[in-house]
């Protein structure tokens, strides 16, 4: 079973909740999709097993010793990459998309196309499992190939290892990476907050989710911190015939949790948020 | 002046450093506008009110291919970076997958039978709005499912290139769409929180504007919670603290309603136009 936890809005606590849900169980794998800003590896530490290249997209380079100056690639570029200026023509590698045309069109073949070869995948073990995670290098495409790439390993070790659940941590947002970390899961947990943009990201991704047609639930963290605005989430759901899983409550621990490098789980297992987590999570993997 | 403010994780407090600067600039009579540059979850325009003065759709180019004139010699799917051409040229098969094409205009030029042509494809929208004493919000909004919020952006950016005072709200992450915003501007605010999480992701947003050399500082929100290595580190690596914001559950709340603190506490706005008139002092390139 695979499990994505997502949220549009940043910092709602996506990462707390799988870290927990991935401590709750005594073998699961572990997948951080949050290729952009990759931050569950730092709780659980894991021994790196192995690592692979991903190579993203490509940039385009210009040999000087071959341009002629003619301005045909400035023409041709849809992304206004090009330019000239100190007479000579310049290649934005911020605004290059790695399409190639230029490179095609150069009637003195000036211009190559280098890999962009600085991202990685990584896998390994923790305490509870497998993990597998990506590091998506400064400035790639925000792409949700490498997300691909971590979802396919996971779903390898998950076999290999005779593994039942996959954990996905997504990142936030609703575009590329978030549709290729809940494509085919199996639930996709959207973490939302008492906010009111918290309350408009949470409607912009049920679109999402909906148009993927994807089993969605919803769980308000921090729910105390204005109930007035919970109870709206709460009937926002209802008229859509969502499911809310849960409340959890505001817990300074939480952050005390992450800085000692374990999930709320490890560090307050019979606390009240302890408690209710672990009963979401059974809820949702043995349906009571 | 065009200042971004940008974080690596999400939901550390980004939107609520931009408006309340936005706020207390409007409230001194500075000409300034506000761009929010998070296509994927536009929130800016939840703290305030505003008249609809524009509206328009972002396009892209997307390919039609004249069966008719079509000769299935797969030049244009060799062509196509992007993998967004199907062709069976056996069977006569050939199909454009909208998804995966970026508008590059590669197939365009690669068929020698004039069979493709373009039609434009709405992946977004740019709304502006007049708030008081002639400042406005910008606001890029990118539709759900689609591939990069980047072009709805760099209209965005593009539509207040005029303005004196620019203050750009940047989409969470290190990836493309932040690099795209973060470009643009004269000086970088950094908004983290002082836990591992978010020290990690500031580490890596700093990696990213060291490659493409932009001034920066940082301000610490919900300074309280977490603990002291943030400090550190900016210490360590002499870099400016700008501001801090404690941890503090009535902030919070104002924020989950939609209201400002530099409207509620008027100290506030002292503080962000302090911090305003710190970077101009120090980074600013015109008379503001």
Known sequence: MEIAIISGKGGTGKSSI????????????LADCDVDATNLYILFNPDVEGEEIYIGSQKAVIDYSKCINCGLCIEYCKFDAIYYSDQKINISSIHCDGCKLCSRICPNKAITMIDNDKSRMYYGSFRNGKMVYGKLAPGEENSGKLVNIVRDKAKKLAKE??????????PPGIGCPVISTITGVDYVIIVTEPTLSGLKDLQRTLELTTKFNLNTVVIINKFDLNIKITEKIENFCEKLDIKIIGKLAFDPQVVAAMINCKSIIEWQPASDLSSQIKHIYNNLIYGQ | MKLAIASGKGGTGKTLVATNLFYALQQLNYQVVLVDC????????????????KYFYVHQEIPVINEKKCKFCSKCHEYCNYNAIFILPDLKVIKVIEDLCHGCGACDVACDFNAISTKPVPIGSITKYAIEN???IIEASMNTGVFSPVPIINAAIKEAKNEKIVILDSPPGTSCPFINTVAEADFVVLVTEPTPFGLSDLKQSIDTLKIIDKPYGVVINRSGIGDTEIYNYLKQENIKLLLEIPFDKMIAFYYSNGELISQLEYQWADKFVSMFNFIIDQYGNSNN
């Open chain 2, 38 to 53: 998070d296509a994927e979850a536009p929130n800016d325009m939840v703290f305030f009110k505003g008249e609809k003065i």
């Open chain 1, 18 to 29: 799988s870290a927990a849900f991935a401590t709750l169980s005594e073998k699961v794998v």
């Open chain 1, 161 to 170: 290892n005779n593994i039942n659940t996959i954990i996905i941590d997504g």
């Open chain 2, 134 to 136: 002639n400042t406005f």
